[in-house]
């Protein structure tokens, strides 16, 4: 790992009181000592003048590649981002945005499986266009089961670990591993860290952890997760960063999507969130039916005989916006188009969001700031107007005006919530989260010498 940070050191940006050996020892885990993370791979720092240190952030879905390229230090900039989409169809696509440039890069091909689109990606990163040297792979995990409450680097253990929490995440955790293997498979020099979606919420107390099934069937894995935890770690940081005292809110961020859950943080930590043991839980969403009463569930096996495997197909493909509207689970197709089956679909799915946003004030003990963010709830004014209409007895009153402006700050005079928008960007997150292990691992090396 050494090599990473000379590699950032070429680029200028290497914390030089980390390079004295200034910084607390930080001992890594003795299952780290023969990891690509520790290995000094000389090779990385000679004859990469004109090559920029970066870490390589991959999203790795059930038919797509989502990656960016950030500098290689903590808080680096962004250097690229894309996708490969339409992974083993006939309208596979790979899209490239190199910041900085307003010209993207778009082209057609045939990528009939994760390594096939990483091996497109990888050409991209070292091509002249991009002139990038990656030193690490940060890669979003879905689940990292109930010990996680942290990035991990990816050993053998740990692949093995996700493979057995698959049945906790069917739909994102074999993508996931998919991303991983794909990388050990084109770069197995590169050092990899999964940053886990569920970490952030590991801590919750124990009785929001709880599900009330009988203790003779408790196990440490029957429990309630939580999911966005990446994004609810990046808006928490911004806020602190832009001079909010976290650690004095009591805050609410929604994060609306295609996939949407609520989060109480009080003091900077997770006390409650709307998704539970699965991300079908919860408030509605794009294709996922949020939470069902367990007896509608049993119904439907008993009466409409459907099997396991339909049910689940029904609860995380075929209802929520897509299923209440017939149409689409965009909620922006919905507004646009707004039939009486549309208009329905949103109001179910802001009535659901309100209800569970005052349920979330009954932990906090009420509530000083709310923010917005996803997609739905950063881009769509018409959603958080209607999620916030009658919520002034929680001191929640937007400005009509600012929130259609899509203003950061939408909060009326007078009101006593602070309510905001702001963009979310999990993919910074994981780059510092990799920036920050490979500094503690060189810092340790060098204290080791």
């Keep these: 790992m050494a090599a990473v940070m000379a590699d950032m050191a070429v680029a200028g940006e290497t914390n030089r009181t980390v390079m004295r050996g200034t910084s607390p020892t930080i001992p890594m885990p003795p299952r780290m000592k023969t990891s690509p993370l520790r290995r000094n791979v000389r090779r990385m720092t000679g004859g990469h003048e004109m090559q920029r240190p970066a870490i390589l952030v991959l999203n790795a879905g059930s038919s797509s590649l989502k990656f960016a390229l950030f500098e290689a230090r903590q808080g680096g900039a962004r250097m690229a981002s894309g996708a490969v989409t339409g992974i083993s169809t006939d309208t596979a696509r790979f899209n490239l945005t190199v910041t900085g440039n307003s010209k993207g890069v778009q082209r057609d091909g045939a990528f009939p499986d994760h390594c096939t689109a990483l091996d497109a990606v990888m050409?991209?990163?070292?091509?002249?266009?991009?002139?990038?040297?990656?030193?690490?792979?940060?890669?979003?995990?879905?689940?990292?089961?109930?010990?996680?409450?942290?990035?991990?680097?990816?050993?053998?253990?740990?692949?093995?670990?996700?493979?057995?929490?698959?049945?906790?995440?069917?739909?994102?955790?074999?993508?996931?591993?998919?991303?991983?293997?794909?990388?050990?498979?084109?770069?197995?020099?590169?050092?990899?860290?999964?940053?886990?979606?569920?970490?952030?919420?590991?801590g919750l107390p124990r009785v929001a952890q709880m599900t009330g099934l009988p203790r003779e069937i408790e196990t440490p894995e029957l429990r309630r997760y939580g999911y966005h935890g990446l994004s609810y770690e990046y808006i928490v940081g911004a806020?602190?960063?832009?001079?909010?005292?976290?650690?004095?809110?009591?805050?609410?961020?929604?994060?609306?999507?295609?996939?949407?859950?609520?989060?109480?943080?009080?003091?900077?930590?997770?006390?409650?969130?709307?998704?539970?043991?699965?991300?079908?839980?919860?408030?509605?969403?794009?294709?996922?039916?949020?939470?069902?009463?367990?007896?509608?569930?049993?119904?439907?096996?008993?009466?409409?005989?459907?099997?396991?495997?339909?049910?689940?197909?029904?609860?995380r493909t075929r209802s929520g916006l897509l299923g209440l509207s017939g149409e689409s689970r965009d909620m922006r197709v919905l507004i646009e188009h707004h039939d009486a089956a549309a208009a329905e679909a949103i109001r179910y799915f802001c009535y659901h969001v309100r209800r569970h946003l005052v349920a979330l004030t009954a932990p906090l003990e009420g509530l000083d700031r709310l923010v917005f963010t996803g997609g739905i709830g950063a881009n769509a004014a018409p959603v958080r107007e209607l999620i916030c209409a009658g919520l002034g007895y929680l001191g929640v009153r937007i400005d009509h005006e600012a929130n259609l402006a899509g203003s950061k700050a939408i909060s009326a005079a007078g009101s006593r919530a602070i309510v905001e928008v702001r963009q979310t960007d999990e993919e910074q997150v994981i780059a510092d989260h990799v920036a920050r292990l490979c500094t503690e691992c060189a810092s340790g090396r060098k204290e080791a010498s």
């Excluded at 009080?266 to 939470?291: A, L, Y």
Aim: charged share 20%; with cysteine; aromatic share 2%.
């Design 239 to 315: 806020l602190t960063q832009d001079g909010v005292n976290v650690d004095k809110e009591r805050l609410i961020v929604a994060h609306l999507g295609n996939g949407a859950s609520l989060a109480a943080i009080r003091s900077g930590r997770s006390i409650e969130t709307t998704m539970g043991f699965s991300p079908i839980s919860g408030v509605p969403m794009g294709t996922r039916s949020g939470d069902i009463d367990p007896g509608l569930i049993l119904h439907l096996l008993r009466e409409a005989e459907l099997s396991p495997a339909d049910l689940g197909n029904l609860l």
């Design 123 to 202: 050409s991209e990163v070292i091509s002249n266009r991009l002139a990038a040297l990656p030193v690490a792979v940060g890669h979003r995990v879905a689940h990292g089961g109930p010990d996680c409450d942290c990035p991990e680097e990816v050993t053998a253990d740990l692949l093995a670990r996700l493979r057995g929490l698959v049945p906790l995440a069917p739909l994102h955790l074999p993508a996931n591993i998919a991303g991983i293997e794909a990388i050990a498979a084109l770069r197995p020099d590169l050092p990899q860290i999964a940053c886990f979606d569920t970490a952030f919420h590991n």
